[in-house]
């Protein structure tokens, strides 16, 4: 479990590493992820050293997202002690909410019909 939760914290490094570098608009543990995601597809077709390897990584991460609802704890302690603030931008917080939560429906949904499209031409 230490070598995968390694590897996800030395990739999120990485990605901070060249968000940084580069000065991209794309926060650094996205690029981090983006690398995982590389690394996992080049490994397709693994031995089975890195078959188990690719098993504690999906383990690790199943148990980390498991404990994901206690990283919103210091979020919400955060938003409550600057409400005055959140107040005072009440309709930008909210059109940031309204506008984001459409998009993401519309690229889900777009995304969906690609693959689904896919599917059925194989």
Same mark, same amino acid.
């Given at each position: ?22 000065? +991209? ?6 690029? $981090?992820? %983006? @690398?995982? &995601?590389?690394? /996992?597809? #080049? ?26 609802? +206690? ?6 302690? $955060?938003? %409550? @002690?600057? &409400?005055?603030? /959140?107040? #005072? ?34």
């Amino acid at each position: 479990m230490l070598h995968a939760i390694f590897l996800i914290l030395l990739l999120q490094l990485i990605g901070e590493a060249i968000q940084k570098f580069f000065q +991209l608009a794309v926060p650094g543990p996205v690029i $981090g992820l %983006i @690398m995982l &995601l590389c690394f /996992l597809l #080049s490994h397709r077709t693994a031995s089975g050293r890195m078959h188990a390897f690719r098993t504690r990584l999906v383990t690790t991460s199943e148990t980390l997202l498991g404990h994901l609802s +206690l990283l919103f704890v210091p979020i919400g302690v $955060g938003v %409550i @002690m600057h &409400l005055q603030l /959140l107040e #005072s931008q009440l309709v930008r917080v909210l059109g940031v909410i309204i506008v984001g939560t459409l998009s993401t429906l519309i690229f889900t949904a777009f995304l969906f019909q690609r693959f689904r499209r896919r599917e059925g031409n194989e």
